[in-house]
């Protein structure tokens, strides 16, 4: 396939892909966790292809906004359009079946089952999903490591694997949180590495990140939140002038 | 004569055969326990009384439709199991969410009435079942008497077993169980529809009790109250092998009967006892059970 000489021969490109076709909208978004009233109101939409991230302080709501999507908490209300579907009243096993890979941030590695059932797991959700072969030729470890327990990985190995899960099932939409959190700076290169080839592969991508560093170099916009909702939006044009605006808003 | 410990090697052997039949048993009951409690997490004390039903539903089928026990050891176990699944999908569901000793009380209800209700109309003194043709008579091994029944079910029991546990180990509908167990909410999440893997696998363990009962049936009285003794034995061997394991739980199923038949032999009066003096044994050495994990 020409998309997959293109991931290996690898240009650079940071924003190939975009049709400007809406992948993801996501408007006046609650969510409650029983009592607890948790998003505010999130607003904010992705294009085809596009990758942006939701940046925040821990609590602001971020890992929240990724699992309303996937209808994982409690009671939603509001409106999440997903290639023009409206979600909010569908099953929580119908939506994936939409085209999504959620990668959780606590990664969901299965100890019952080894390294290669972990990456055969998730059901395929259409038709052209990334082969064992490619998925092993993105990953090398997985392969020498197929028959191992999941559990048995390492923490990057892990992270790695609940990645390339996803990949096989066809998803064109991936959230992604925390997928570099507690790893040394080597697998974080490796998967910046890793998203910038599922860039080229025209997939869109809601990252979820503490590690700025990590992120901005990879997005095409960046989404701030606190308390629940949506302060800001950053396009990767605007970084560079309003990075200290930025710095204030996560505190670091 | 060979005497083994002072005890003729045919007795020996005899009580050895039975202790295994019993232990077959124990394996079937205390798997469908395991396969329902890794993924509902409920303690299934309706597993007896499907068990009963298993050995009812094919007595009534043999006496007013004619339905032979072959068919019925085909039969039987699904339409046990389809009442387990509009059981779990119609009751257990409601309960789901909360506290794991609501589906603990509810299945134990859900057997007494069971059980009382068949009383009523069948009374508690049982009826027999006749022993199918083709397994009658027995063969003498020259060091036992083997009963073809019997040998039978030992081997049923097992191809059973065996089968399950590839199913579970090395399929990919397997794997979802497995995973599901772990984390459902995930796995949801990866599209997989976990109230409906739900629903076929309480009716899959229910439908292994039901398979139970009707090997039982030509070999002990078909009675309401069948299910409820046998079950006491059957969650003290969930308890010895470990919540949840499957391998555990027909390993330690054999074992136990094994042990039974032994005890019977040297100190019949601890027959009845044996077991549960294992279980308090293996609850304070190791408290997860032979096979479970440690928490």
């Known amino acids: 396939m020409s998309q997959a000489a293109e991931a290996i021969s690898g240009t650079r490109d940071a924003h190939p892909h975009h049709d400007g076709a809406e992948m993801l909208r996501v408007s006046d978004l609650h969510a409650f966790y029983g009592e607890s009233h948790i998003l505010h109101g999130v607003d904010f939409d992705v294009k085809r292809g596009e990758l942006v991230t939701l940046l925040g302080r821990n609590g602001a709501g971020r890992s929240t906004t990724l699992k309303s999507i996937m209808n994982m908490v409690g009671r939603r209300t509001g409106s999440i359009m997903i290639n023009g579907n409206e979600t909010l009243g569908m099953k929580p096993h119908r939506i994936p079946r939409l085209g999504i890979g959620y990668c959780p941030e606590e990664r969901g590695i299965f100890a019952s089952l080894d390294v290669e059932e972990n990456l055969l797991l998730p059901p395929t959700v259409r038709s052209d999903g990334m082969s064992l072969d490619e998925i092993y030729a993105m990953f090398p470890n997985l392969y020498e490591r197929r028959r191992s327990q999941g559990t048995r990985l390492s923490g990057g190995e892990q992270q790695m694997l609940a990645m390339a899960r996803i990949l096989r099932t066809g998803a064109r939409l991936l959230l992604l949180d925390e997928i570099t959190e507690g790893l040394a700076p080597v697998i974080v290169q490796a998967l910046g590495e890793v998203l910038v080839k599922l860039k080229e592969r025209g997939m869109t991508i809601v990252l979820v990140e503490q590690n700025f560093r990590f992120a901005a170099p990879l997005a095409d916009r960046h989404f701030v939140m606190e308390h629940g909702r949506i302060i800001e939006e950053i396009s990767a044009a605007e970084l560079p002038s309003r990075r200290e605006h930025l710095n204030s808003l996560l505190g670091v | 004569m060979t005497m083994i410990f002072g005890v003729p090697l045919m007795v020996f052997m005899g009580q050895l055969m039975l202790g295994l039949i019993n232990g077959a048993f124990y394996a079937l009951l205390s798997l469908g326990l395991a396969v329902i409690f890794g993924l509902l997490k409920i303690v299934n004390f309706a597993h007896g009384a499907m068990y009963m039903l298993g050995a009812f539903v094919a007595l009534l089928g043999l006496q007013h439709l004619g339905l032979n026990y072959w068919a019925a050891l085909l039969v039987v176990p699904l339409v046990v199991g389809g009442l387990g699944m509009l059981i779990e999908r119609f009751i257990l569901r409601r309960i789901a ?199």
Request: include cysteine; hydrophobic fraction near 55%; charge should be neutral.
């Open chain 2, 97 to 295: 969410h909360l506290d794991h000793l609501y589906g603990l009380l509810l299945t134990f209800g859900l057997a007494l009435i069971f059980e009382g209700t068949l009383i009523n109309f069948f009374g508690v003194s049982g009826s027999s079942y006749p022993t199918p043709a083709a397994l009658e008579g027995g063969m003498n091994l020259g060091f036992m008497f083997l009963p073809i029944y019997r040998g039978w079910v030992l081997l049923a029991a097992l191809v059973v077993c065996l089968g399950t546990w590839f199913v579970i180990e090395r399929t990919r509908l397997g794997a979802y169980l497995r995973a599901g167990t772990e984390n459902s909410a995930l796995m949801q999440a990866f599209g997989v529809n976990v109230p409906q893997l739900i629903t076929l696998t309480y009716g899959f363990g229910v439908a292994l009790a039901a398979f139970a009962g009707v090997l039982a049936a030509p070999l002990y009285p078909v009675s309401p109250t069948m299910g409820s003794s046998l079950l006491i034995v059957v969650f003290a061997v969930v308890v010895i092998g470990g919540m949840g394991s499957i391998i555990g739980a027909v390993i330690t199923g054999l074992a136990m009967g094994l042990i039974e038949g032994l005890t019977k032999v040297y100190y019949p009066e601890a027959a009845n006892t044996v077991i549960f003096v294992v279980m308090v044994v293996v609850l304070m050495l190791r408290p997860a059970g032979l096979f479970g994990k440690e928490a």
